[in-house]
């Protein structure tokens, strides 16, 4: 029965936002072209800058030991407040065009470093980019999406309701529901995480 009920609960959420999520795909996708061109277009000394830059941290990488628990840290610290801002946004009235950016962003940073590894790298970037790139993204852009979405249709909940009769009514109760979605979307972040945490670290010593 509460499976049936949370399967139609979904169905509906994504008939009803559809075009949310259709819009959200489309920045993230732009962020991604816009790091791709970037790198196609970055000038030579950049580029050499760059990859010396990388070189030298790949072998002082490779010669130090791993403390997990401090790069979990930072893995944490890197995309936990991303989800917190977005959050936050989907409770203003104005929040809903800077979530956008924030979907250009995430796909940028993507696309720029695929590209730049692949680029860069030859065969030894595509590795990078398939094993210690991508896989933890398989799961952030996800729930970054729905995390996007979700704050979204919340944001555009109070601007419709904004003006009406007791529109504060339960307000509480659906900021409560809002905000569980958003825990359970941050504890499915911690498996990508755990993945860049204890896992692609040790794919980056490899192919160093």
């Excluded at 989800?83 to 962003?105: K, S």
């Excluded at 995390?147 to 979204?152: E, F, H, N, R, Y």
Aim: charged fraction near 10%.
């Amino acid at each position: 029965m509460k499976v049936t009920f949370f399967k139609n609960l979904i169905a509906s959420h994504l008939q009803n936002n559809l075009w949310l999520y259709v819009l959200s795909a489309i920045c993230l996708c732009t962020g991604i072209v816009l790091g791709v061109y970037t790198v196609k277009y970055m000038s030579g000394f950049e580029k050499s800058d760059l990859l010396n830059y990388l070189s030298s941290f790949m072998k002082n990488y490779n010669s130090q030991t791993i403390n997990y628990n401090q790069l979990f840290l930072e893995t944490a610290k890197n995309n936990i407040p991303i989800l917190l801002i977005v959050w936050f946004l989907g409770l203003t009235m104005i929040g809903i065009p800077i979530i956008l950016v924030l979907d250009v962003i995430k796909g940028f940073t993507m696309g720029f470093t695929v590209t730049f590894f692949v680029n860069g790298m030859g065969f030894k970037g595509i590795w990078m980019a398939l094993l210690s790139v991508i896989p933890q993204n398989i799961i952030y852009i996800p729930c970054i999406i729905i995390g996007s979405v979700v704050a979204m249709e919340f944001s555009l909940m109070l601007i419709k309701s904004n003006g009406k009769k007791h529109w504060t009514t339960g307000i509480s109760s659906r900021i409560m529901s809002y905000s569980i979605v958003f825990i359970i979307i941050a504890a499915c972040m911690f498996v990508g995480l755990s993945f860049e945490t204890y896992i692609t670290p040790n794919i980056i010593k490899a192919i160093a």
